[in-house]
């Protein structure tokens, strides 16, 4: 499956960014899809990460309640809605899927798409 990021850009602090992952080539339906970070100088990290069916979704720490992952497989996409975004959020983020049930872990994931840069200004 290939994946493609959109939706980053610039933004004040408090604002708010829809990610969005694209899927082609096969459905998105039979993975579990993330969404993972890394900002300059650091390792990618792990944000948020959804069931195939949507059931289920898992975040991390330092977005849980201002970030929410959901899925539309009939149109085999992935979105990161992202609210009172701070500047430690400046990073690119990577979408990317896999046949794990759920993973923080980069590795376990096969399929990622190019990333999206996401910049918070004070």
């Known amino acids: 499956v290939q994946l493609q990021a959109s939706g980053g850009g610039l933004v004040q602090a408090g604002g708010s960014l829809r990610l969005s992952c694209a899927a082609s080539?096969?459905?998105?339906?039979?993975?579990?899809a993330g969404w993972f970070r890394q900002a300059p100088g650091k390792e990618r990290e792990f944000v948020a990460a959804?069931?195939?069916?949507?059931?289920?979704?898992y975040y991390a720490d330092s977005v849980k309640g201002r970030v929410t992952i959901s899925r539309d497989n009939a149109n085999n996409r992935v979105f990161l809605q992202m609210n009172s975004l701070k500047p430690e959020d400046t990073a690119v983020y990577y979408c990317?899927?896999?046949?794990?049930?759920?993973?923080?872990?980069?590795?376990?994931?096969?399929?990622w798409g190019q990333g999206t840069q996401v910049t918070v200004s004070s």
């Open positions: 990317a899927a896999t046949t794990w049930r759920f993973s923080r872990v980069t590795s376990t994931y096969p399929y």
């Open positions: 080539g096969r459905t998105l339906s039979s993975y579990t």
């Open positions: 959804i069931s195939w069916s949507g059931d289920n979704t």
